[in-house]
């Protein structure tokens, strides 16, 4: 079956613009997670959907970083006035229920790169 | 609060030799450990979980791990190592469902022919 889709798998923007990164959970899968992973910062979580609401946005690193989850499913990820230090892997993850202690499925990621 | 220490940022094994990728967590709470591995350019797979039940968890492609509560660890072994295991693997420890995993800094696995 199909996994955990991210697109783009690559984004180059210059510093300042804003930009939408987009995840497709497993179907029937209710839980979405998005981290990311920067050198020497290892994976980090940024925030958790169960159905389209956000529980936790405890790992949103600044007000230019928001999230939204429309029917359950897609989500999308925006950066605005993007940032040099933005510059990291963005992974997402969905698991079929919610919770952190469930197994989640990753996505291959994107990777943005800052100018 | 709770963590997770990879103590070794890179290993390096030959070809059919065991593997251990070692794991030491921090945590208040009985929690669920994750092992989960990175190839280049891929996506996490996970590789196995413990949740309270064996302590002995068997995962895929000949990989377990052992969950030992006096000790804080839960490292990750095989017998014998192929080239294809030559990736990045991730210790995550969950305390509950409503808290965030904590991933460690992950350990780069090398396997020379």
């Known amino acids: 079956g199909a996994g955990v889709s991210q697109s783009p798998s690559n984004k180059v923007t210059e510093k300042g613009k804003d930009v939408e990164l987009r995840c497709d959970p497993i179907s029937g899968h209710t839980a979405l997670y998005w981290y990311r992973q920067s050198l020497g910062q290892g994976l980090e979580f940024l925030i958790y959907f169960q159905g389209n609401s956000a529980p936790d946005k405890s790992g949103l690193p600044s007000d230019r970083f928001s999230a939204e989850r429309t029917g359950g499913s897609v989500s999308t990820l925006t950066i605005q006035r993007t940032q040099q230090e933005d510059s990291a892997v963005y992974l997402c993850a969905s698991s079929q229920t919610g919770g952190f202690e469930k197994t989640q499925y990753f996505g291959p990621g994107t990777r943005l790169l800052v100018l | 609060a709770q963590s997770v220490t990879q103590l070794d940022s890179h290993v390096s094994v030959s070809e059919g030799t065991p593997v251990l990728l070692r794991c030491n967590y921090s945590?208040?709470?009985?929690?669920?450990l994750f092992w989960y591995v990175q190839h280049p350019n891929k996506g996490l797979q996970l590789l196995l979980k413990y949740t309270s039940a064996a302590t002995l968890v068997k995962g895929i492609n000949g990989f377990e791990a052992e969950f030992k509560k006096s000790e804080t660890s839960f490292h990750l072994t095989k017998p014998s190592a192929h080239m294809s295991d030559a990736a990045e693997y991730f210790c995550v420890v969950s305390v509950s469902g409503n808290t965030p995993l904590v991933f460690g800094k992950g350990t780069r696995l090398s396997v020379i022919a």
């Open positions: 945590s208040s709470y009985s929690p669920s």
